[in-house]
């Protein structure tokens, strides 16, 4: 039997804005809606119906109203609210909010003693206003106008998100990137940007230390032509000493209020360009919409997290990782944001956790591993030793699996009385497939429901739904969230070929996942080859591109494991190495230390192996799901269609290596075995 960890009392229930929407879209329609299940097949069997009914609801701020809600429910080339002009930061800035709007946070400094050295700075919703008028004023009067795209190598700071904002008001698309990312990795995203205007983090913190970005910005001007200026932005903490084109209050302008104005643009005018993970090529650009993206998160965040004025939101993520997005969207719902930058886990791994006992936080998001973490961390954490955790009424996780004892840690040392909702979707729809709901029970391992208007399924091997068993996680209708396509992809194949090749007409996302008999979700994780440790989709191409400058290295193949008992995922790179050349540690160094200064730090492997070729298919194409497969203990099926398996066999001994490391006792012999395999074999 399936476990209950949490059930909401009958009080709650009737408090949640989920139980506000279902009362009111009743009375709309007539219909009685007698549990979640039945408002969940409502939404998907009357589409269009559902997301007019919930814009009403939800009283988006527009400029003109629709003509058509939904052109066909057809996908690829759906069309939604055809007609309607409307502005993103106007739903936010226009609502008239009083109270704080974000307050910024960081890691504690070194020598900083304990709860010191947190807190940077802190704006209300009319200081935000004032500040996002005259940033605006700053990008017309940089040339900047609606349509062009402006870049953000930035940290996780109130400075962001002003810039985002700012960019809205006046139609002007929004890509960022997190100022971890090495020069390459940056270029491969800005390049197909090509962004007329970039802001750019002077330093940010990390792991008690300062990194400087100055060499990355001198860089930029080199090697993206389309920038005509670079502003740089200050950090919390710490000397700024600006290496960009202007500094950030010089850009502003002169300290006053110039009036706020909205330029109004249609429902599917470009808001948000975010990138693939990389793993075939250049990182694909995915073009997200301006009244899609809002009307999505106002779902998800008032009905499914039950967020609303005087609530607070702290969202650990970096602006590389659509939930900056998302987190963002909070604030038209009269949230205050509280944005943390640095180290979770420091100075110690249950940090966060104190933060937010400190802040009174209402709602707390973070990965899966981080959880895990935490659970795993020693000394125990002890029940209750992390506060009573008063304020608090929502954990969201995303990004990695959490095992059931992750979700039985939560409630037996954090808090009893909590909502839990795993949060399962991406940066392809910049939002939630699957996610919470503060009216049903929270079962151990499981998130909690389908979303509204969200038409998913796991389909078998055949193609066909099934229940209780594991499948493709399949979206069989359109939303108002899904991109308006890819950069460069003017006959759209790209797009066409990343999500419609598999199921024609039907949406595969590439993730594992089984529907529970009770409406719940068990995410197993990816089915394609993409990276994923912490929840963070990284692409193989941009591992392989930073292995080119070395020239020890002949090839490379890498590819994601899961160690047993562990949700995570660790990266296991496998390289072939130039004649006479061993995989000694002084080249695993190396080799760990381009992979980080090219790309970031959650690329570099935990695993090092030395093999003879990479297994390639007869068109030279490398087969990372059949080493994946092997590394996993499943059956490789294709051999015959590779040019050498006999390769395979190398990946077989690897994984023994591996499943020694992690399960077996280390005697003394075993202990300079489990070093070699950390480094690689020698």
Known sequence: MPEILWTPSEAAIRRTRMTA????????????????????????????????????????????????????????????????????????????????????????????????GLYGQAYSFAQLRTLVARCARGL???????????AGYVANVPEAIVACLACASIGAVWSSASPDFGLAALCDRFQQV??????????????????????????????????????????????????????????????????????????????????????????????HGTGGTLLQHRKEQELHTDLRPGDSLLYFTTCGWMMWNWQLSALSLGVTLYLYDGNPGYPDVPALWRLIETLGVSHFGTSGRYIESCMKHQPTVQPGSLGSMSKLRTVLYTGSPLSASGYRWIYATVKADVHLAGICGGTDIISCFILGNPNLPVYAGEMQCKGLGVDVAAFDEGGN???????????????????????NDPDGSRYHQAYFDVYPGLWRHGDYVE?????????????????????????????????????????????????????????????????????????????????????????VPQHIFAISEVPVTRSGKPVELSIKAILAGRPVSNREALANPQVLEEF????????????????????RASTLTERGQE
Not at 55 to 65: C, E, G, K, W
Not at 532 to 561: F, K, Q, T
């Open 21 to 116: 929407f279902t009362d009111w879209l009743s009375q709309r329609t007539g219909q009685t809606f007698t549990d979640y299940a039945a408002l969940h097949r409502w939404s998907t069997a009357h589409l269009a119906d559902f997301w007019e009914a919930y814009a009403d609801f939800t009283a988006i701020i527009t400029h003109a109203p629709h003509r058509q809600v939904l052109s066909a429910p057809v996908m690829p080339g759906a069309h939604w609210f055809s007609g309607m002009q409307l502005n993103f930061a106007e739903n936010i800035l226009g609502r008239e909010f009083s109270g704080p709007a974000i307050i910024a946070c960081t890691e504690p400094q070194a020598e900083a003693s304990a709860g010191d």
């Open 140 to 150: 017309r009067d940089a040339g900047v106008g609606p349509g062009d795209r402006v």
């Open 194 to 287: 090509e962004p007329k205007l970039m802001f750019a983090s002077t330093h940010y913190r990390y792991n008690g230390q300062t990194y400087r970005t100055d060499a990355v910005v001198q860089a930029l001007h080199a090697h993206l032509p389309s920038v005509q200026s670079i502003v740089s932005i200050p950090y919390p903490v710490g000397e700024a000493h600006p290496v960009g084109d202007v500094a950030w209050e010089a850009f502003l302008g002169p300290d006053d209020a110039p009036k706020l104005s909205f330029t109004p643009v249609p429902f599917e005018h470009p808001l948000y360009i975010l990138f693939s993970s990389g793993t075939t090529g250049a990182p694909k650009c995915i073009v």
């Open 465 to 487: 739904a099934v229940i209780g068993k594991p499948g493709e996680l399949v979206c069989r209708q359109p939303l108002p969230c899904m991109p308006l396509g890819f950069l």
């Open 515 to 603: 529907f529970t008999p009770h409406g719940g979700a068990i995410v197993y994780g990816r089915s394609d080859a993409t990276l994923n440790p912490a929840g963070v989709r990284i692409g193989s191409a941009e591992i392989y591109a930073a292995l080119d400058r070395l020239p020890a290295v002949l090839g490379a193949v890498v590819v994601g494991w899961r160690p047993p008992g562990q949700s995570d995922e660790a990266i296991v790179l496998c390289v072939v190495l130039a004649p006479g050349r061993r995989l000694d540690a002084t080249l695993v160094q190396q080799i760990r230390r381009a992979i980080r200064e090219q790309t970031s730090p959650r690329h």
């Open 652 to 671: 077989t001994q690897i994984r023994t290596q591996l499943l020694q490391h992690y399960t077996s006792e280390p005697s003394p012999a075993m202990a």
